[in-house]
């Protein structure tokens, strides 16, 4: 069965540095989310992707984030400078088209900012 | 606005007992999800509703839409050990943008 998967499954970064999440999301799906979830904490949203461009973004998503795809087959999530609050699981995830809202997570990624 | 709202927020039963979480919304919701998220896991789709009062069975997993779509919940009937996790509820527009989700509800099972 195809599955998102996500690289790396922990990142230990010192505050101020930039991280590179990675995703591979299902092959044939056309939308992409970032989600993150503070340990303990429910998942929250943090922006999607569609067409080649956010179509949505939360307040979290603030301009030290970015997301790119680019290529066919990866999604990645930058956070530019790091912060301690930025600590988290950040889970990707990816729908098909043609209405069928399930969306198929990632494993996660665990982010330690010290 | 958007939020959903759902309790308990933990939940320790024997197994075989039943386990009901629920979720409450102060807006009609377009649909509702439920996700399964294991201990150390990535959140898992369990079911979407759409109709108002409509229910849904999954083997041992009951899953209610309330009549004005405003509340959903998920009933595990005999918990078995393979139950445990954080059942979360999430709303997702009618087009399936983001989710928005609830807070959870921990689910711990004694053998």
């Known amino acids: 069965e195809p599955e998102v998967t996500q690289t790396p499954s922990h990142q230990v970064t010192q505050m101020g540095q930039e991280v590179i999440l990675r995703c591979v999301p299902i092959?044939?799906?056309?939308?992409f989310y970032w989600y993150r979830q503070i340990l303990g904490q429910k998942v929250e949203f943090l922006v999607s992707f569609y067409n080649n461009e956010i179509s949505e973004k939360s307040e979290i998503f603030d301009d030290q984030f970015s997301v790119e795809r680019p290529d066919g087959s990866n999604f990645t999530l930058k956070i530019r400078s790091t912060k301690l609050e930025d600590s988290a699981m950040y889970f990707c995830?990816?729908?098909?088209?043609?209405?069928?809202?399930?969306?198929?997570f990632g494993p996660g990624t665990r982010l330690t900012v010290l | 606005g958007q939020q959903v709202m759902q309790i308990p927020q933990y939940q320790h039963v024997q197994e075989g007992e039943d386990f009901t979480t629920y979720c409450n919304s102060s807006t009609t919701l377009s649909n509702i999800q439920w996700y399964k998220q294991r201990p150390g896991g990535h959140p898992v789709f369990l079911i979407q509703?759409?109709?108002?009062?409509e229910v849904k069975k999954q083997k041992r997993l009951t899953f209610q839409f309330g009549e004005a779509k405003k509340n959903s919940s998920l009933h595990i009937t005999a918990t078995q050990t393979t139950d445990v996790g954080t059942y979360f509820c999430?709303?997702?527009?009618?087009?399936?943008?983001?989710?928005?989700f609830g807070a959870g509800t921990i689910l711990r099972v004694k053998s």
């Open positions: 999430a709303r997702a527009r009618e087009y399936g943008n983001k989710l928005v």
């Open positions: 092959s044939n799906h056309l939308y």
């Open positions: 995830a990816s729908r098909a088209s043609g209405g069928a809202n399930e969306q198929f």
């Open positions: 509703l759409v109709k108002s009062g």
